[in-house]
């Protein structure tokens, strides 16, 4: 699985457009790139996920470059329930058998919305 | 729809004492995963069910824990005998086959079981 590298924390404030970046150099062809959100005392939940380009939903959008080396996930207008932390995760989604391995969580991207 | 369900959300237990937490599953998912955290550290994968079977256990940290899923509904997780280092939120998650729901995996997770081991 591909090594993630992201913010151990960011701090931002309600309405701004908040951008975190994460980097994974090692991603091979079959990798897929996944973010996830937890709030305090919940399970991470699925925000997002690209293979390239860009992506767009209803709750954030995903850049990634040409190289894939690294994504962005970019909340548009922030709000104070988005303090979260924030996790990106690389991995093919699906091996030989058809099952879909588990996660490998890093340690994440502390974000602090400030009124 | 309901989501993934996990019972109980808070057990503290003595050293040596026994544990079993239950995750409920989202209805149709056939894969059914337990993770677990422990103070500080990251989120660990421990093992992952495809219905019934055990599809990947390398993340077990030992044989006092025992992990089942008959019918592949419902799993349960004990730990025999509870350890100080046990304690931490285990989290179970569960997604669709994924040859199925297509490229995008997407795991649910429970809100976790918070485990006090004294």
């Known amino acids: 699985l591909a090594k993630t590298t992201q913010p151990i924390s960011m701090d931002s404030y309600e309405g701004q457009e908040v951008n975190i970046t994460c980097s994974h150099n090692?991603?091979?062809?079959?990798?897929?790139i996944t973010w996830y959100q937890q709030f305090p005392s919940q399970g991470p939940r699925f925000i997002i996920q690209?293979?390239?380009t860009k992506v767009t939903n209803e709750v954030a959008s995903l850049f990634i470059p040409a190289d894939r080396k690294s994504s962005t996930l970019s909340l548009p207008r922030v709000s104070l329930s988005d303090t979260a932390v924030y996790y990106c995760?690389?991995?093919?989604?699906?091996?030989?058998?058809?099952?879909?391995?588990?996660?490998?969580f890093g340690k994440g991207t502390h974000l602090i919305i400030q009124p | 729809e309901a989501g993934v369900t996990q019972f109980p959300s808070h057990s503290v237990i003595e050293k040596g004492q026994t544990v079993t937490l239950r995750c409920d599953p989202i209805s149709g998912h056939d894969n059914l995963y337990w993770y677990r955290r422990v103070m500080g550290k990251e989120i660990k994968f421990l093992l992952h069910f495809v219905k019934e079977s055990k599809q990947d256990e390398s993340g077990m940290p030992n044989n006092r824990f025992l992990a089942e899923r008959t019918g592949g509904t419902y799993s349960t997780l004990k730990v025999q005998p509870a350890e100080l280092e046990d304690s931490g939120v285990y989290f179970c998650?569960?997604?669709?086959?994924?040859?199925?729901?297509?490229?995008?995996?997407?795991?649910?997770f429970g809100p976790g079981t918070r485990l006090t081991v004294l």
């Open positions: 690209g293979y390239k």
């Open positions: 090692n991603i091979a062809t079959n990798d897929y």
């Open positions: 995760l690389v991995g093919d989604s699906r091996d030989s058998g058809g099952g879909a391995d588990g996660l490998t």
């Open positions: 998650a569960s997604s669709q086959d994924p040859w199925l729901a297509g490229p995008t995996d997407t795991q649910y």
